[in-house]
Nanobody, 115 residues
Framework: QVQLVESGGGLVQAGGSLRVSCAAS????????MAWYRQAPGKQRELVAT???????NYADSVKGRFTISRDNAKNTVYLQMNSLKPEDTAVYYC?????????WGQGTQVTVSS
């Protein structure tokens, strides 16, 4: 089992920055990749960014050039640095971890961008 705990969400004005964190614990040796998803009210959950155990990253087109996913292996933590935030970035942001057999989710953290 892997436990994921997000933190760092909040309210920010458009154009501002925010960093959310995801601390992993438990069977972290089994994790192959981690990711951030988000879900806005009335919309489906969507993939925002991924990072593999080797550090390869990938981003949704909507956040490319604005968001950066990174990981600190010593702290078992993954970060999502969000810059130039837009009102349409408002959503609950979820941390995700994938092993060969399972997918794990955090409880989510709210990010609200005011116009």
């Amino acid at each position: 089992q892997v436990q994921l705990v997000e933190s760092g969400g909040g309210l920010v004005q458009a154009g501002g920055s925010l960093r959310v964190s995801c601390a992993a614990s438990g069977s972290i040796f089994s994790i192959n990749s981690m990711a951030w998803y988000r879900q806005a009210p009335g919309k489906q959950r969507e993939l925002v960014a991924t990072i593999t155990s080797g550090g390869i990253t990938n981003y949704a087109d909507s956040v490319k050039g604005r968001f950066t996913i990174s990981r600190d292996n010593a702290k078992n933590t993954v970060y999502l640095q969000m810059n130039s935030l837009k009102p349409e970035d408002t959503a609950v942001y979820y941390c995700n971890a994938n092993s060969v057999r399972y997918m794990y989710w955090g409880q989510g953290t709210q990010v609200t961008v005011s116009s």
